[in-house]
T-cell receptor, first 114, second 115 residues
Framework: KQEVTQIPAALSVPEGENLVLNCSFT??????LQWFRQDPGKGLTSLLL?????REQTSGRLNASLDKSSGRSTLYIAASQPGDSATYLC?????????????FGQGTELSVKP | DTEVTQTPKHLVMGMTNKKSLKCEQH?????MYWYKQKAKKPPELMFV???????INESVPSRFSPECPNSSLLNLHLHALQPEDSALYLC???FGTGSGTGELFFGEGSRLTVL
């Protein structure tokens, strides 16, 4: 059974710092991995999608990597800003799933202090 | 347009009421999803529709009844809910399921309070 873990559960950094959020999964047989951000009381915003054949994806100050063999993904945020404060969730879509079920981690709550 | 629209944004209902949540997307996606999210928890999958057919029901109680009238619309009918059903209900869509899934896009959610 696929399990997804995110470390740390919460992170507080000063503005301008570069930071890394971690996501690990137990079954490497995945179609893809997706990173989301969620602001309090809001829906999930898709940040990056990495297909199983890819090693990384970049969007602006965000870079996500995928190492399927070790079951790990990282989300790198460069030059963090207070507006980056949110909960970040990673989710994997496993090959053994019917109908495309997404398995979520518990999330990392990020606070960027001015 | 990468938008999934959910209505209403907020809903308060009594345990004997019947109400519906609505979701719409115009991205040509053929898979649509309902998730339930409690505070400080990740979303939990409830239902998946693929090509307008129900493909996954995660053992959700029958007081929640999904409906997919066409490929752009998804409804969740609510009846005889319990206070513990209060949560944020999220709709999502993707191009397909399995290997052809692509990105999953979420709506802003409907905040449901059951009194």
């Amino acid at each position: 059974k696929q399990e997804v873990t995110q470390i740390p559960a919460a992170l507080s950094v000063p503005e301008g710092e570069n930071l890394v959020l971690n996501c690990s999964f137990t079954d490497s047989a995945i179609y893809n991995l997706q990173w989301f951000r969620q602001d309090p009381g809001k829906g999930l915003t898709s940040l990056l999608l990495i297909q199983s054949s890819q090693r990384e994806q970049t969007s602006g100050r965000l870079n996500a990597s995928l190492d399927k063999s070790s079951g790990r993904s990282t989300l790198y945020i460069a030059a963090s800003q207070p507006g980056d404060s949110a909960t970040y969730l990673c989710a994997v879509r496993g090959r053994d799933n019917q109908g495309g079920k997404l398995i979520f981690g518990q999330g990392t709550e990020l606070s960027v202090k001015p | 347009d990468t938008e999934v629209t959910q209505t209403p944004k907020h809903l308060v209902m009594g345990m004997t009421n019947k109400k519906s949540l609505k979701c719409e997307q115009h991205m040509g996606h053929r898979a649509m999803y309902w998730y339930k999210q409690k505070a400080k928890k990740p979303p939990e999958l409830m239902f998946v529709y693929s090509y307008e057919k129900l493909s996954i029901n995660e053992s959700v109680p029958s007081r929640f009844s999904p409906e997919c009238p066409n490929s752009s619309l998804l409804n969740l009918h609510l009846h005889a809910l319990q206070p513990e059903d209060s949560a944020l209900y999220l709709c999502a869509s993707s191009f397909g399921t399995g290997s052809g899934t692509g990105e999953l896009f979420f709506g802003e959610g409907s905040r449901l309070t059951v009194l």
